[in-house]
Structures are given as structure tokens and as C-alpha cells.
């Protein structure tokens, strides 16, 4: 698990200096020997930041995930509580055990209170030069960060290989991600996005180019309007999740590049712009549509389940597919219904979404339409589909889309993402 390295540069020279030299009552060779044959990964970590000494000498394997989680505590002292969370592959559920919790706290405003906070920091920058996606949780105000940790969240995000950001962050300064060097893909959350500081970065920066961005709960003016870090115009894909509007001033911008569009729509606060205008994308290849069709407020599942069930979101099928150009590049189209009872599916108007597919000449790029059926309780984007679980179901009457032999029926699981959601560790 360790690398063994030559000498110890200068910097790591004054590491050892300041941690009294080896302080350690039994020969580096035995140390190494036992901490390579009975120590976990966990444990080692924890190690190298109790022992400063260690590091220059061992290091464990790279991680190239990560989460940063910065809260203030509600009670006195009110102290900001720091979940720092490590991993070599991407942050599922099911990956708990794989990944590595650090935790601390800052009790005193403007400087790091401790050495304990300045050696996790230190660590975790170290073990971190492959980074390749971090998940941002801050909900203190970045003008309330001590200086250290700003430092340390701004190397972070100028990692060379840094290609994945996500933001769950009440307050931070958006226009920081103008130091990623090589952002492909971009996830925020706008729930929990409100007024966001913004800072002055010094030098001349260019525009971030985006490739992907997952949008949750709307698009926040921070992200297209005046001011913004991003360029728009490679845009590739798009997944815009508890829909609230907003979305045509960035069709607009990458109309050209865009391929693939999803829609994720569920609850009763969903709403998509009424000036729709799919039209504009010329280069639309993929699109989704996930819809929860849920039952009415006055509705229990005692009552006839499935009987007076609400499909009022179904209408957005429609309308949107309506929305796109007849003389369209669309050569898959995914319709992900999430339902109480799947007898909910066949009353659904099939035959309004059907029309849309009868003009000669329309659609001539169309080689499949799919319509998944899935239980209420289970997410619903497309990436998290498991494509190797679908069966077959009853079909709907779609006289023209049958006649192009295009659509098919499935019901089908998904996957569970835990998206670097964090863990609420112990101190």
C-alpha cells in the first residue's frame, strides 16, 4: 500500500524538523513493516495526520474523489465542523466502506486553531494531487471561512485533473470555479444555492467551458448572467431535475452543441417555461423525460389505489415533445413514468403524445422511443437506469409510432447513487 521514496525534499525536511525529527520509539523499518502488514487505510490516514513525520517516507494510494463538508455548529462555541471524505472511485451507497471520513473543527475565526486542522489540510491536500471530482457542501459564508481553508478549497479546485465539480453550498462564491482548469462536468443544486458571495480572483481568466451540467431545482442567474465564470458553447448534456423554469436562456446557448436534454420532473412545485423552445437545438440527439405520477392531495393509497391516481404531469409530455422541430436530429427519446400502481400507466393520453409522430417527413432521424415504467419511490434519471434489468410490459395503443417500429414498453430498477451525499461522521 506504500510507496517508498528517496530522500525527503527540504519542505519535508522542515515536516520532520517541526514534528521533533523521529519521535517514534521503534526503527522507520519496523514501522513501515507494521503499519504495510496490519494497518487498514483508515488507520493509516489517521496516522499520517497524528504523525507528520510518516509522510514523507510512506504514502498510501491516491484518491481522486472527494467531499468537503464546512458547517457551523448550533451550539456554543459554534464551532465550523469539517467532514473532509476520501475515495478512489466515484461515491456510491454502497461504497461506505471504501471511503475514508476525516473530521475536525475550527473553533476560532481567522486563523487555523489548531495544528490538528492545519495537518488534516495538509494531508488530505497531499493525498489528493489525482483529484479528478469534488463535492462542495458549505453552508458558512465564505467570508466567515478561515484563511487556511480558503487556500486549501482553492488548490483543490486547481487540480489538473479536476473534471467533475458538484456545489450543495448555500454561499459559495461561484465565480471560484473560474480557476478549474478543465471542468467537464458541473452539478448544483439551486435549493440550496441562495445569494452567493462573489469574489475578486486575481489575473486575466477565461471563460470555464462545460460539457455536462446537472441543474436541480431551477438555474440560478449566478450561472448565465453577467459576471458568469462559464462559457456555455461546447455544451453537450443537460439533466435538469425538480424543473422550476428558467431553462430556454441557456438552450439558447449552447443550442448548437447540445445532444442530449432530460427532464426530471416530480412533486407538485414542477413547472417547465411556457416558451418552451426545443426548435432551436440542432444538434439533438437524446432526450428524457422522468415523471412521477403521483397521487392527488385528497387521494390516499387506502382508497382504490389507482383509481382517482393524479396524472396531471403527464401533460409535460407532450408539450415538450411538441416543442421540438418536426425536421429534428432526436434519434432516441426515453420516457421514464414512475407510478403507484402501473395500471396508472395506461391512463395516461398516449394517443396526444402518439400525434405528435404522424407528419410525413417528420422525425426522420427517430430509431427508438422507450417508455420505462418504475416504482414511485425510485429515482429517475436515465444515467441510473439498469439497462440489463428491463422486461417487457403491456403496450398502449401508438398507432403512428408503431407503424415507424420504433417504441417499446419495459419496466425496469435503478440504480441507487448516494452522490456524494456525505456522511455525518463522528468527531
Known sequence: MFKRRGRPTQSEKDIANHSNEWNIPLPPDLMYHIIDTYLDTSTIIALCAAIPVLRPYCHPRPYRHMAVHIHK??????????????????????????????STQLHDLGYASTEKVRGILSLVRHLTHHLTSIYLNISVRWNELDEFVKVYILALLQRSGLRSVKLNSRHIPVNLLGVVQNLKTLEVDMESLWHPDNISLSGQRGKVYVEEVRLRGG??????????PFNWSRLSAIEYTRCRGGLQGLLELCSSSLQSLEFTMYGEDVYIDHGLDLGILTGLRHLTLSISLTYSVEQTVYDNPGTYS????????????????????????????????PQDLRQC????????????????????????????????????LEADQLEYIEASPTPCLQAREVISWQSGAFKWFRGCQGKQGSK
Open 219 to 228: 438555474l440560478h442567474y449566478c450561472l448565465t448572467g453577467p459576471g458568469t
Open 73 to 102: 455548529d448550533y451550539l456554543p462555541p459554534h464551532a465550523h465542523e469539517v467532514y473532509i471524505e476520501l475515495s478512489e472511485s466515484p461515491l456510491t451507497l454502497y461504497q461506505e466502506d471504501k471511503s475514508i471520513l476525516l
Open 349 to 384: 393520453d398516449w394517443l396526444s403524445v402518439d400525434k405528435i409522430f404522424e407528419g410525413e417527413g417528420t422525425w426522420m432521424s427517430l430509431k427508438e422511443v422507450l417508455v420505462v415504467n418504475c416504482k414511485d419511490n425510485e429515482w429517475r434519471t436515465y444515467r441510473e
Open 310 to 341: 393524479s396524472i396531471e404531469p403527464f401533460r409535460w409530455v407532450p408539450y415538450i415533445l411538441a416543442s421540438c422541430n418536426g425536421n429534428n436530429t432526436v434519434e432516441k427519446i426515453v420516457l421514464i413514468m414512475s407510478t403507484v400502481d
